[in-house]
């Protein structure tokens, strides 16, 4: 009997040695967050581990859904397919989510103005419906914030701003190791502080907002004016304005074009002058830049380092560090949105 059974054990063995594949256990599926970065033209995303690595990255439009229904069903039906081509196997713990006007505490998308939904869009309910795990959402600047304290150049601090010079600006403000989000959920608008009495139109409504001068669109805006005040040849005049980018710009600045430098030179001036009031606010060890107009540099850079400083009162300068996003080769808002639950849901 003892005999039987130990060729019978030996046979298992030897059967198991013939087809080690068929036994293999399964991969272990990797802990992720999705990391949703909501913009007016595009929605970028991707699947965020704990330690910031990112996985399937991809982007679909926002702009050609007109209700959110849709877009919801596109973005999820998008992101659930390229997970299912992935020859990793994720666990999903969560989806943090940056978006303009997005209230930390209500998980709501509010009166948006860059975006087709208007009104008030209960975006984290909504999104339960097609992963029922925890759903977080914060501004687009607020999540670019945690992604800076998490995984980029602000990871040793506690008292930080991140400003983002892109179509608008936006800032998330850091205190204490803390994102602020205001007792209502909307704190950190600097992009909207009055820069200048009775000054450009603003798309929020009021004149002379500080993104009105300070952001992508605000130095096209500048070009333009020292285009029709100045009779300075430039190779930015071929340009029409709808083409124009910030990049554009800077190009023609590092060539010497004299508008481009002037122009730099303008917005540094409103936004170092600005960033000092906010200084004297939090006391903050830096503020960062990011986004397609911090690209350019020192250009933007050394001018509003110049301007922030002549601003500043005694007791702040020469301590305050001006730095480039240290996230800017990497999708700091979706590794933000991410760790908007790794931070704080699961800790
Ligand atoms: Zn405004």
Not at 8 to 18: D, E, K, R, S, T
Not at 143 to 151: H, I
């Amino acid at each position: 009997m003892l005999r039987q059974n130990l060729s019978f054990v030996i046979f298992l063995v030897l059967l198991l040695l013939q087809f080690p594949v068929t036994f293999k256990s399964p991969a272990m599926p990797l802990d992720i967050v999705i990391g949703i970065d909501i913009g007016g033209t595009y929605t970028k995303y991707g699947f965020v581990d704990r330690a910031g690595n990112s996985y399937l990255e991809g982007s679909v439009d926002t702009a050609s859904h007109p209700d959110i229904d849709s877009y919801l069903e596109n973005l999820f039906s998008t992101i659930d397919s390229a997970s299912g081509k992935s020859d990793k196997t994720f666990k999903i713990k969560g989806i943090g989510i940056g978006a303009p006007n997005g209230n930390y505490y209500l998980g709501t998308i509010e009166y948006a103005p860059n975006l087709n939904w208007k009104g008030v869009i209960h975006l984290a309910d909504l999104v339960k419906k097609y992963h029922d795990v925890p759903v977080a959402l914060t501004n687009d600047a607020n999540a670019a914030a945690l992604g800076e304290m998490m995984y980029g150049g602000a990871r040793s601090m506690k008292d930080f701003i991140v400003i983002t010079l892109g179509t608008g600006l936006g800032s998330g403000i850091v205190i204490n190791g803390n994102v602020v989000y205001g007792h209502d959920g909307f704190a950190g608008e600097l992009g909207h502080i009055v820069a200048m009495d009775n000054g450009r139109q603003c798309g929020c409504g009021k004149k002379g907002c500080l993104e009105t001068y300070a952001s992508a669109t605000g130095i096209k805006r500048t070009v333009f004016e020292l285009l029709s005040e100045r009779i300075e040849s430039s190779s930015l005049r071929d340009i029409p304005f709808s083409e124009m980018t910030s990049k554009n710009i800077a190009e023609a600045a590092k060539k010497g074009d004299k508008i481009a430098l002037k122009a730099f030179e303008i917005t540094g001036k409103i936004l170092g002058k600005n960033l000092a009031n906010a200084v004297a606010f939090s006391s903050p060890e830096a503020i960062f830049l990011f986004g397609g107009l911090a690209q350019a540099g020192d250009l933007i850079i050394k001018p509003t380092k110049e301007y922030m400083e002549k601003n500043l009162l005694k007791i702040f300068q020469n301590k305050v560090k001006l730095l480039p996003s240290g996230l800017h080769d990497k999708n700091a808002a979706v590794l933000g949105a991410g760790g908007l639950i790794w931070n704080e849901l699961l800790i």
